[in-house]
């Protein structure tokens, strides 16, 4: 037996690591294989499928099993994970009775954050680990969130509850729910394609907050819970609603030029322009621009979709070269407003499409797991007296 002294442990340091990258914004900390974006050229794929076709030609149900699935479903593949989510539709009576508690008043993303939580309450999975249970989860939450959205919207608006109906697929039994009759199949297709476009987007914020929370090994409901709060800040899904807002505030024609140069002027922020990413035209607001000046159209509301129009041409010039342009909130508002669909409910959609990606992004991390936890710089005192 050797009597050879053990080499010593290398040191441990708790010096700050060199990098430091305020916001994050050059630091990889996760692999995807659900969505790629190349911000200089403006493209999105989802597992390598153009965004632009995948509006075009796929429905949210499909596009939802390419993110979890990583490749197209056959017919029958497609028809399963339909009856699936349909037959998770309807939420716990508990949750019916908690919406009839929450103050008319609230803010539809408050109520949304607290009903996402709720859901664990009465899912006797909740605490359940592995990948299969998050995934019997995932589609329980991407089924059931358009459940709670549009009740709180009939409870607030005095409005009798609306059970969904499970012969429709998820954007019809939306929109079925928040206004108690079947939408014309246009209004179907058009929520359908706002669904398809906001299910992923790489490591963006409510995401990145949904994988720290699963890496934590904590439940899907939590990770859920944290990426709705982070999705609802106005540098982020907030900006839909604040687009709406900006319009509704500029009123007409008349009022943009001046509306916008005054805002430009005082060095504010335009809301639905630039993208921490994006620094050539979003992909997903090339499409939807095409599409909200149909819908505006169609539907008699051409004047906002003018208007937008002329926003951005203000802001393009005025920010040539600085790499910003609309992003995917922009026309979003105007399409969400034709679809007849409430300002303050905006956010909501966001979220219930996003939804599909948060859930495929947090299995993701549990395949491969490793706790996410960077280190902050210190920038206060030291050997301070205790007095
Ligand atoms: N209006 C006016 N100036 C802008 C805007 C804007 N919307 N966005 C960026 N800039 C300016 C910014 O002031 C900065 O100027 P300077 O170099 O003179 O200081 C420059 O462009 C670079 O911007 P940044 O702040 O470094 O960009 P960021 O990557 O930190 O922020 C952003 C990205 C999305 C938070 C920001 O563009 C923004 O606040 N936009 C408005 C809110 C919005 O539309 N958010 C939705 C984002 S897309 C969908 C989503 O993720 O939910």
Redesign the pocket.
């Known amino acids: 037996m050797s009597t050879a002294t053990p080499p010593a442990p290398a040191p441990v340091s708790s010096a700050p690591v060199a990098n430091y990258d305020k ?1 994050l ?1 050059n630091t990889i900390v996760a692999d995807t294989q659900m969505s790629f974006i190349d911000g200089a050229k403006g493209v999105l794929e989802y597992v390598g499928i153009d965004i632009d076709t995948l509006a075009r030609k796929s429905t949210y149900e499909e596009t939802v099993y390419l993110l979890w699935n990583t490749k197209l479903p056959s017919e029958t593949e497609l028809d399963a994970l339909k009856s699936a989510l349909r037959a998770e539709y309807e939420i716990p009576q508990g949750l019916y009775e908690m919406i009839r508690g929450m103050p008319k008043d609230a803010v539809p993303m408050h109520a949304l954050r607290t009903l996402v939580s709720a859901l664990a309450l009465h899912d006797p999975e909740a605490d359940t680990d592995g990948i299969e249970a998050s995934k019997r989860k995932a589609l329980r939450l991407v089924a059931k969130t358009p459940t709670l959205i549009a009740n709180f919207d009939r409870y607030r608006s005095g409005k009798e509850f609306v059970r969904p109906n499970t012969s429709f697929d998820i954007a019809t039994n939306f929109l079925w729910m928040l206004n108690g009759e079947k939408p014309t199949d246009a209004m179907s297709r058009g929520l359908d394609i706002c669904l398809i476009l906001h299910a992923d987007h790489g490591l ?1 914020a409510s995401t990145f907050a949904a994988r720290v929370t699963i890496a934590t090994l904590s439940d899907l409901y939590s990770a859920m819970t944290t990426a709705v709060g982070t999705l609802k800040g ?4 907030g ?1 839909n609603e604040e687009v709406m807002v900006m319009l509704d505030e500029i009123g007409t024609m008349d009022n943009v030029d001046a509306f916008i140069n005054g805002k430009l002027e005082r060095k504010e ?8 990413v994006y620094k050539a035209y979003d992909p997903r607001a090339t499409y939807l621009k095409t599409f909200a000046q149909q819908i505006a159209t169609d539907t008699g509301n051409l004047r906002l979709f003018e208007m937008s129009q002329r926003i951005e041409s203000i802001v393009l010039d005025a ?1 040539a070269g ?1 790499g ?1 342009f609309p ?3 922009f026309y979003s508002a105007t399409t969400y407003h034709c679809l007849g669909i409430k300002t303050d409910l905006f956010t909501c959609m966001f979220a219930m499409s996003r939804m599909s990606g948060w859930c495929g992004h947090c299995i993701e991390q549990l395949q491969d797991n490793r706790l996410i936890r960077p280190q902050a710089k210190y920038t206060g005192p030291h050997d301070v007296a205790y007095v």
């Open positions: 916001g914004a963006n106005p540098l982020h899904g900006a922020l335009i809301m639905g322009f630039g993208h921490r920010k600085k910003i992003n995917v909130d």
